[in-house]
């Protein structure tokens, strides 16, 4: 049996096509076979010890439906997870697509985590969703979610075959920037300065294809015999030498017997430090997601 058993968070590029309006999120949103979520109460924010949930209910009373974005740092990426009774049949399938900013076409997503909520049904949770264009390795940026992508998103809409559906959100803008906020929150708390990661290149893991096969090789037994997925997020201080001093777990989905050996690995691993906006080693950090799954992933 063929197991492959996580990944490091890895930002993905997509070629840039002219996109035909009829592929747009409102244009599929709009359309007749669509199911439209409407909210039903305000965003809501939780400020957590180490991440930060931005969560909303969608739908009836009846068939509720939960969209969370969630991190356990300021990135660009987030962890996005959408639950209730129209999530069951994406949940089923191989992929699906999704689309939120307004002028980018449906995307397609191969590998995403399953999962149950209490209360709301069967949940599928993509670990690092990205906005905007992706950044070049030594690139000068905020940390956080880019606010001017995020002022293009109006509604997070999939779309598997015929079944459609699209959470009608309103502009998001303003509840990424309570997000940024918060995750800014998390840096004072870490003993970091939010301020000087208004303009920073992050910290870069150069060891990643070492570390990434020592925690492979190191698929927890009692997860692995009950067939146990997860999706965990690891955030790790680097100090301006590049080396660890401090690393924080977090699972973004219910794991009763998975613990993950990412930070006895990460501790010992070489990271080339961040900079700050006059390219000078500085005291920062690093999140990513590691997937375990009995699925292997699309090459």
């Known amino acids: 049996m063929r197991v492959s058993h996580f990944v490091l968070a ?55 439906h939960l969209l969370i974005m969630e991190q356990a740092g300021p ?26 900013e307004r002028d980018e076409p449906l995307k397609e997503v191969n590998f995403f985590g399953r999962s149950e909520l209490n209360g709301v049904g069967d949940a599928i949770i ?56 918060c995750t800014d929150s998390l840096l004072a708390r870490w003993g970091l300065d939010p ?5 920073f290149v992050p910290a870069y893991l150069l ?9 492979e090789a190191r698929y927890p037994r009692s997860a692995l015999s009950r067939r146990e997925e997860a999706l965990v997020s690891v955030t790790v201080i680097v100090e301006a030498d590049g080396s660890v001093s401090n690393c924080m777990v977090e699972n973004a989905t219910p794991a009763e017997n998975l613990e993950s050996p990412a930070c006895e690995e990460l501790a010992t691993a070489r990271f080339e430090p961040a900079r700050n906006a006059q390219g000078e080693p500085m005291r920062s950090f690093m999140s990513t997601g590691i997937t375990y799954t009995m699925t292997p992933r699309p090459d």
């Open 195 to 199: 301020e000087q990661h208004q303009a």
């Open 75 to 100: 990135r660009r990426q987030f962890t996005l997870t959408m639950a209730g009774p129209q999530i069951r049949s994406f949940q089923r399938s191989e992929s699906f697509w999704i689309g939120m």
């Open 126 to 181: 993509i670990r690092s969703h990205d906005i905007g264009p992706t950044l070049k390795r030594g690139t000068v940026r905020a940390a956080g979610i880019d606010l001017e992508e995020a002022s293009s998103i109006d509604r997070v809409v999939i779309r598997n075959g015929r079944r459609i559906v699209s959470f009608e959100a309103g502009n998001i803008r303003k509840p990424f920037e309570a997000l940024n906020q």
């Open 10 to 64: 890895v930002s993905l590029g997509f070629f840039a096509f002219p996109a035909a309006a009829e592929d747009l999120p409102e244009a599929i949103a709009m359309s007749e076979k669509a199911e439209r979520l409407a909210p039903r109460a305000a965003w809501h924010l939780e400020y957590g010890e180490s991440r930060c949930r931005l969560a909303r209910w969608f739908g009836d009373e009846a068939k509720p």
């Open 207 to 215: 060891d990643s294809a070492s570390v990434k096969g020592r925690i």
